[in-house]
């Protein structure tokens, strides 16, 4: 059963940048696969935030384009999400999954959560 273990979070102020990785089981076939990253703020819905694909396209949401990097090594079976000039509205667990892309939407394809990585943004 695929298994994704997400780490790197952290406390962090205003326009600090973190790094979150997302390591795949073993015998999942990662390199075929788009991943994504999702997030989950307190009291709201998890959504869908960037996305890469096999051929290494990728895909960002406007809140933050320009500040998230993702990229991935096949090799590790990890997916990075590279975070720059963070903000309070950042705050947040982030969670990796597989995903699809549907225009601009980026949605999960499995119920196969992580525990995630908190992700806190505070001066």
């Known amino acids: 059963q695929l298994q994704l273990v997400e780490s790197g979070g952290g406390l962090v102020q205003p326009g600090g940048s973190l790094r979150l990785s997302c390591v795949a089981s073993?015998?999942?076939?990662?390199?075929?696969?788009?991943i994504g990253w999702f997030r989950q703020a307190p009291g709201k819905a998890r959504e869908g935030l960037s996305c890469i694909k096999k051929d290494d396209t990728t895909n960002y949401i406007d809140s933050v384009k320009g500040r998230f990097t993702i990229s991935r090594d096949n090799a590790k079976h990890t997916v990075y999400l590279q975070m720059d000039d963070l903000k309070p509205e950042d705050t947040a667990v982030y969670y990796c999954n597989v995903a699809v892309t549907l225009g601009t939407a980026i949605s999960p394809v499995t119920n196969n959560w992580g525990q995630g990585t908190q992700v806190t943004v505070s001066s």
């Open positions: 073993a015998g999942f076939r990662f390199a075929d696969s788009a």
